[in-house]
C-alpha cells in the first residue's frame, strides 16, 4: 500500500489542473498536489487604477485550482483506500 501511495504522488505531481476567473481573464495552473506551476493573465485586465480587481481574480482563480487538486487527490486516494472513508491527508 505504501508503494502504491507513492505512485499516487507522483502521478499528482504530473496531472495539471486549471481554474481561471474573470470569464477566462486570469488562468492558474497547478499540479495534482495543489502546487502552482502557472498564471496567465489578460492584458485587457491589467488596469492601473485597478489594481484591487485584478489581485481579487487571481486569488479567485488560485482558490478555485487548489479546490480542484484536492479533489483529484481525494478521488485517487479514494481508489487506493477502496472508498473505505479513511481519515487520510496526502502529506504536501
Known sequence: MQGRLQQIQDELQQRTVSASAGGGMVTVNADGKGQIRSIKIDPS????????????????????????????????????????????????
Open 45 to 92: 485586465v491589467v488596469n492601473p487604477s485597478d489594481v484591487e480587481m485584478l489581485e481579487d481574480l487571481i486569488v479567485v482563480a488560485m482558490t478555485d485550482v487548489q479546490r480542484r487538486a484536492a479533489a483529484l487527490a481525494q478521488e485517487e486516494m479514494g481508489k487506493l483506500t477502496g472508498g473505505l472513508g479513511l481519515p487520510f491527508q496526502l502529506p504536501l
